[in-house]
């Protein structure tokens, strides 16, 4: 396997995770053992109304969760697209020396 067949697929792998991070719902357990649903890493399946009826401060929570998972989300999408881009522009004389 040459060393631009694997930043394909190393970038491609890191590309996915990062979606997968970003799409995987997120929860709050309550004191009761009920969970609070939280949506996803971007805010989809969120109902706020929902979840400040339970409680005012799992709105506060959630949205901290939120942004927790972006900031892990972010940059392992970034290295994936990095790794792809640069591999996809570099010459294919450059990978067969």
Do not use: K
């Amino acid at each position: 396997m040459s060393v631009r067949t694997f930043a394909v697929v190393v970038g491609l792998a890191f590309l996915l995770g990062g979606g997968a991070i970003l799409l995987v719902m997120l929860a709050v357990e309550a004191p009761s053992g009920s969970l609070v649903p939280c949506g996803n890493g971007l805010g989809f399946g969120f109902d706020e109304p929902a979840v400040s009826a339970v409680s005012p401060a799992y709105v506060d929570i959630c949205a901290d969760l939120r942004h927790r998972r972006l900031l892990w989300a972010l940059p392992v999408i970034a290295v994936g697209a990095l790794l792809l881009i640069g591999s996809l522009v570099s010459s294919r004389n450059a990978t067969r020396r």
